[in-house]
T-cell receptor, first 111, second 114 residues
Framework: SQQGEEDPQALSIQEGENATMNCSYK?????LQWYRQNSGRGLVHLIL?????REKHSGRLRVTLDTSKKSSSLLITASRAADTASYFC???????????FGAGTQVVVTP | NAGVTQTPKFQVLKTGQSMTLQCAQD?????MSWYRQDPGMGLRLIHY???????DQGEVPNGYNVSRSTTEDFPLRLLSAAPSQTSVYFC?????????????FGNGTRLTVT
């Protein structure tokens, strides 16, 4: 069963706009991670936020975590065509050896 | 630095055939894992290993075997392929999963079972 679920399933925006996607999970976690997957490639790690952190930044990425609501959001500011990809959240709720992924949000950024 | 290398990139099998998906990493990572990715279902963990000689089951282990004789290699074996095993398979490794080190993924093996 999936621990994390991303919302929306798909997102289409224009270059320069911001993209926001959300991840909800079911049980307590130690950390939550976000990954990006370009078409036909493996996943690439973007950012990790620990359960005692509320917000984290990395370049144009901003991640928030609300453990009371069991949810996280990923914001990509000033989107570029190169940001077109699927984005996945992953949690370690089950055990540290079993990272569980959601179904992903497919983002399309048009010039 | 090659990272995580998966071979082959594509494979077509007939039902009942067996094969091994290869995964090698050159980063001296202790943790390695196999996931399968199906449309609309994200990635599901098949098996994982926290070091040479140690393996454990993930969420969907049935129909797959693994072994970890070296730190570098973590092959995934399909003993008798079934159409339900048609999927994209990803191998991933991490320096220290307990220290929240991120996963490094290979580029996948696309498997079709007819």
């Amino acid at each position: 069963s999936q621990q994390g679920e991303e919302d929306p399933q798909a997102l289409s925006i224009q270059e320069g706009e911001n993209a926001t996607m959300n991840c909800s999970y079911k049980t307590s976690i130690n950390n939550l991670q976000w990954y990006r997957q370009n078409s036909g490639r493996g996943l690439v790690h973007l950012i990790l936020i620990r359960s005692n952190e509320r917000e984290k930044h990395s370049g144009r990425l901003r991640v928030t975590l609300d453990t009371s609501k069991k949810s996280s959001s990923l914001l990509i500011t000033a989107s570029r065509a190169a940001d077109t990809a699927s984005y996945f959240c992953a949690t370690d709720a089950d055990s540290w050896g079993k990272l569980q992924f959601g179904a992903g949000t497919q983002v399309v950024v048009t010039p | 630095n090659a990272g995580v290398t998966q071979t082959p990139k594509f494979q077509v099998l007939k039902t009942g055939q067996s094969m091994t998906l290869q995964c090698a990493q050159d980063m001296n990572h202790e943790y390695m894992s196999w996931y399968r990715q199906d449309p609309g279902m994200g990635l599901r963990l098949i098996h994982y290993s926290v070091g040479a000689g140690i393996t454990d089951q993930g969420e969907v282990p049935n129909g797959y075997n693994v072994s970890r004789s070296t730190t570098e290699d973590f092959p995934l074996r399909l003993l008798s392929a079934a159409p339900s095993q048609t999927s994209v398979y990803f191998c991933a490794s991490s320096y220290d999963i307990t220290a929240n080190s991120p996963l490094h993924f290979g580029n996948g093996t696309r498997l079709t079972v007819t």
